[in-house]
């Protein structure tokens, strides 16, 4: 118990330091831009009063250490600052659009994972036979096609030519559509499963090919093991050797990386969410880039960073309960 707690508290002291790192480096981005924070923020006719007004008014005009421990300050309280376009706050921009973002991305997960376990245990169990071809030929291919090209692919085919999904839009969140089942109205969580099919195809489809090949190679790996080869001689059943213990043993680089792969993909759709307009965080950070809105811009890294260390956090956690040897160490 004492080493799993000095575990978690190192990982999080160091994801502390991380996020740091992440609000300095946006900083410093701030102030290396050529864009004037307070003419963006004042209108492009506006007299040169106007502006210095401005400045002094958002401590442009303070040295730069002073603008510096203020912005800590402010994100340690939660304040990201007010955009220069629309005049209103950051944070409750960001964390409306990232729930849309999150929900693209678990489905993105949820979707490679139902495929890759099977497959990459299909292919391990079954080796230089044709599902083991198939399952390599699936994840070479998946592998290779960038989710660019596969989502404008998909409503090309799927959307335009044959007419069976929608195109983009996100009309109901998850939760909404959830909520609506308990008033028997099941409309809402069907127009959510129709939208979110071609949006977590195109993202999930790498990393599903990528963890099949993990899955395979990890499970290849543990069969060969003695421990099997003990259980099978002791009159185990080969479903349990292969999926209770097998399985469970070669899950731990998978885990590894889901977690790596779920903080890309919350901060790395901006892709994806602009094919299929979806309004996540990486269609408001296109739009803040777009006008050089800088403290949509800051605020949206800062955020993804968070979401990315705590992501790793709990990656950290269920590593360590599936191999306790990363806690001792």
Not at 83 to 111: H, R
Not at 273 to 286: D, M, N, T
Not at 299 to 319: C, F, H, K, M, P
Request: charged fraction near 10%; avoid cysteine; proline fraction near 6%.
């Amino acid at each position: 118990m004492v080493n799993a707690t000095r575990f978690l508290a190192k990982r999080l002291g160091q994801g502390i330091f991380v996020v740091w790192g992440v609000i300095t480096a946006v900083f410093v981005l701030r102030g290396l831009s050529p864009t004037n924070p307070a003419r963006l923020a004042a209108s492009p006719d506006a007299p040169v009063e106007r502006v210095e007004a401005i400045a002094e008014e958002l401590g442009l005009n303070a040295p730069i250490y002073v603008q510096y421990g203020n912005y800590v300050l402010g994100v340690a309280q939660g304040d990201l600052g007010y955009s220069y376009i629309t005049n209103t706050p950051v944070a409750p921009q960001i964390f409306n659009k990232m729930a849309a973002t999150m929900e693209l991305a678990v489905a993105g997960i949820v979707f490679a994972l139902a495929l890759s376990v099977p497959l990459g245990v299909l292919s391990a169990t079954r080796r230089n036979e044709p599902p083991d071809y198939a399952a390599n030929l699936s994840s070479l291919v998946g592998v290779s096609t960038p989710n660019f090209w596969l989502a404008i692919m998909l409503v090309l085919l799927l959307s335009v030519q044959f007419n069976v999904l929608p195109t983009s839009g996100r009309p109901v969140g998850f939760l909404a559509a959830v909520g609506a089942l308990a008033a028997a109205n099941v409309d809402p969580i069907l127009t959510w499963g129709i939208h979110m099919v071609l949006p977590t195809v195109a993202l999930g489809t790498y990393l599903m090919a990528l963890m099949t090949r993990l899955t395979r190679s990890g499970m290849i790996e543990e069969l060969g093991k003695p421990y099997v080869q003990t259980n099978r001689a002791k009159g185990l059943p080969e479903v349990l050797n292969r999926y209770k213990h097998a399985l469970r043993n070669s899950l731990a680089p998978v885990v590894t990386v889901v977690g790596l792969q779920l903080g890309r993909l919350i901060g790395g759709s901006v892709v994806i969410e602009s094919v299929f307009a979806w309004p996540g965080v990486g269609s408001l950070f296109i739009r803040a880039v777009n006008t050089a809105d800088w403290p949509i811009i800051q605020g949206t890294l800062i955020v993804v960073g968070i979401a990315y260390v705590l992501v790793n956090i709990g990656v950290d956690v269920v590593y360590a309960q599936l191999d306790p040897r990363v806690v001792v160490g």
